[in-house]
Antibody, heavy 126, light 113 residues
Framework: QVQLVESGGGVVQPGRSLRLSCVAS????????MHWVRQAPGKGLEWVAV???????????YYPDSVKGRFTISRDNSKNMVYLQMNSLRPDDTAMYYC????????????????WGQGTMVTVSS | DIVMTQFPDSLPVSLGERATINCKSS????????????LAWYQQKPGQPLKLLIY???TRESGVPDRFTGSGSGTDFSLTINSLQAEDVAIYYC?????????FGGGTNVEIK
C-alpha cells in the first residue's frame, strides 16, 4: 500500500526551529521527487519545497520565496524518509504540513502530486 | 508565479445533479511541444489525505469514478461531477505544474443543496 506518514509537528515559539519527517512506503522511494505542501487553518494549499530524486548527479531542491533561506528539505533514501528543517519560524508559518509524492510528470521542480500524507500540524505562537 | 483562480468558492448541488467547477490560470499552461496542459485537480475530505483526481487537465487517475471529468485548455479549465453523490462532498482544488513554483487555486467547496 502506497503511503506517506508525517511526524514532528507541534507548538513552537517564533524564531525557533522544528524538523518535520515523512516516511514513505509502497513505492520505489528513491525514484521520485518529494514535496512539502502546507495549508494554513481555513486556507488553501501552498507549495513549500521539493527535492528531486537522485539520478546519480545529486539532488536539486527548490523553494518559494516565502520560505527560501529558512527551510531546508532533505532525503534519506536508505530509510525512505524526507525531512523539512524549518528555522526562524514565524506565526504565518502556522499550518498543516503535508508530504506529497511527485507524480513524475516533470523532470524536477513543479509536478502533480499523486500521493499525500495526512499531515502534521505546526503552530508558531508565543 | 502563475496565479490560479477558482470559482465559485462554494457550490451547493442537489444529489444526482451536475456540479461544474472553474479554474483559470494567469498564464498559458499548455506546452506546445507535447500538446499537454499541465493542470491537475484534487479532492480534499476532512480527515483524509488529498486525492489526485485528474492530471493533464483531462486524464482520470486510476480508480477515480468516471462521473469526474476534466476539460479545458490554455488558461481555462473545468472539473465536472456528473450525478453528484453524497461521498463527493469535499473541497476541490486545481493546480498548475507547468512551472515552479507549482500553484493551487483557492478551492471550491461542493456541498449538498
Amino acid at each position: 500500500q502506497v503511503q506517506l506518514v508525517e511526524s514532528g509537528g507541534g507548538v513552537v515559539q517564533p524564531g525557533r526551529s522544528l524538523r518535520l519527517s515523512c516516511v514513505a512506503s509502497g513505492f520505489t522511494f528513491s525514484s521520485f521527487g518529494m514535496h512539502w505542501v502546507r495549508q494554513a487553518p481555513g486556507k488553501g494549499l501552498e507549495w513549500v519545497a521539493v527535492i528531486s530524486y537522485d539520478g546519480g548527479y545529486g539532488t536539486n531542491e527548490y523553494y518559494p520565496d516565502s520560505v527560501k533561506g529558512r527551510f531546508t528539505i532533505s532525503r534519506d533514501n536508505s530509510k525512505n524518509m524526507v525531512y523539512l528543517q524549518m528555522n526562524s519560524l514565524r506565526p504565518d508559518d502556522t499550518a498543516m504540513y503535508y508530504c506529497a509524492k511527485a507524480a513524475g510528470y516533470q523532470p524536477l521542480g513543479a509536478d502533480a502530486f499523486d500521493v499525500w500524507g495526512q499531515g502534521t500540524m505546526v503552530t508558531v505562537s508565543s | 508565479d502563475i496565479v490560479m483562480t477558482q470559482f465559485p468558492d462554494s457550490l451547493p448541488v442537489s444529489l444526482g445533479e451536475r456540479a461544474t467547477i472553474n479554474c483559470k490560470s494567469s498564464q498559458n499552461i499548455l506546452y506546445s511541444s507535447n500538446n499537454k496542459n499541465y493542470l491537475a485537480w484534487y479532492q480534499q475530505k476532512p480527515g483524509q489525505p488529498l486525492k489526485l483526481l485528474i492530471y493533464w487537465a483531462s486524464t482520470r487517475e486510476s480508480g477515480v469514478p468516471d462521473r469526474f471529468t476534466g476539460s479545458g485548455s490554455g488558461t481555462d479549465f473545468s472539473l465536472t461531477i456528473n450525478s453528484l453523490q453524497a461521498e463527493d462532498v469535499a473541497i476541490y482544488y486545481c493546480q498548475q505544474y507547468f512551472i515552479t513554483p507549482p500553484t493551487f487555486g483557492g478551492g471550491t467547496n461542493v456541498e449538498i443543496k
